[in-house]
């Protein structure tokens, strides 16, 4: 927490600039700060999950239509936002907002790994899959209509998304997507992950209903059980070699890609999870954070041990800013 404050200390002067302006008497620090989307809206900590704004989420200056938040994906000044009532974005670093064009229930939002310079964005809903070609002014739709998109990831040159019929990939930018693969049970796609190196090693994992985790060694053309059989998986995510299941029965770890699997609930307190979060500051280390139906928790160690964070709602997803750009080094004298 140390370095986190020094960090915040040395930037802080940087981002009133960037954001509201000097004259906002508490800006938004991002080394410090943390979203999460409740049931009814979006709440927003200052201090790294010390403590939250007491403002009624459903009233958030812009955010009255969006409902239940979904996701959220903070880049710095721009925030996007999915919920039950539709895309969002803000351009103060979460302060207000202004609806974009995307009715319905927004699931995820996925932006090209180069923004800044290639401004596409994915959003998947519940009618289908969305594409943008200019950060979010306008929206086309894509080769997946009419089925839910749950989930996307794009490693290049394919796209793959989760669907409510199966895991699909596009190698054109979303224009067409191939058939489901073979030996993923039928109904909707409601976690998947895939490797660091799917490239190269086209590994990832999904999870349909009730049915546990598939694995697919071949870039979704096949799949085979994984574990977790009866458990309803909602979400997935590495920490290195590590993969982590959020499930409907508590969080599990399995450290040789779905062999076995370690149920992690002490501090949880019978809590049941909705999303894992792990920072990517590199000072958070093994540090996490886990939405759940009674609140934030948090973890120093990779979730062996969990800690109530004093936010109580019914969280669905946490959020915060990425790392600032590394500081350049110095000339080497003479």
């Known amino acids: 927490m140390t370095r986190r404050l020094l960090l915040a200390a040395a930037l802080g002067s940087l981002l009133p600039a960037a954001g ?34 007491t403002r009624d989420p459903a009233v958030r200056d812009g955010l009255e239509t969006a409902g239940a938040v979904r996701v959220i994906v903070p880049l710095g000044p721009t925030v ?124 990832l994992f999904a999870a349909v209903g009730s049915n546990g985790l598939f694995r697919s060694g071949d870039g979704a053309r096949t799949f085979k059980q994984a574990g977790l059989a009866d458990h309803a998986v909602l979400d997935l995510a590495w920490l290195g070699p590590f993969l982590y299941a959020v499930t409907d029965r508590g969080l599990y770890r ?7 699997w370690t149920l992690l609930q002490d501090g949880l307190n019978g809590a049941v999870p909705n999303h894992i979060f792990f920072p990517s500051w590199p000072e958070s280390s093994a540090e996490a954070f886990l939405a759940t139906d009674r609140g934030i928790f948090r973890t120093p160690d990779g979730g062996q041990h969990w800690m109530a964070t004093g936010f109580k709602d019914d969280v669905l997803s946490v959020a915060a800013f990425p790392p600032p750009p590394k500081l350049g080094k110095g000339k080497k004298k003479s």
């Not at 000097?22 to 790294?48: C, E, H, K, M």
């Not at 399995?254 to 076995?260: F, H, K, Q, T």
Request: glycine letters at 16%.
């Open 20 to 53: 509201a302006g000097a004259a906002d008497s508490n800006p938004i620090v991002t080394t410090l700060a943390l979203f999460a989307g409740t049931t009814s809206g979006l709440r927003l900590s200052r201090d790294w999950g010390l403590t939250w704004d």
């Open 80 to 203: 996007y936002l999915g919920g039950e009532g539709g895309l969002f974005r803000s351009d103060d670093f979460g302060r207000t907002w202004e609806r974009l064009g995307v009715l319905g229930s927004v699931q995820c939002i996925l932006l090209s790994r180069y923004f800044d310079i290639e401004p596409i964005m994915f959003v998947g809903t519940r009618e289908g899959l969305l594409k943008s070609e200019d950060a979010g002014q306008s929206f086309h739709t894509t080769g997946l209509h009419g089925t839910p998109v749950t989930r996307l990831d794009w490693p290049g040159p394919a796209l793959v998304a989760a669907t409510g019929r199966g895991v699909l990939v596009s190698t054109d930018s979303g224009a067409t997507f191939t058939a489901a693969g073979e030996g993923l049970p039928e109904g909707e796609v409601r976690a998947m992950v895939l490797s660091s190196f799917y490239p190269i090693d086209p590994v």
């Open 254 to 260: 399995s450290e040789d890609m779905g062999g076995r």
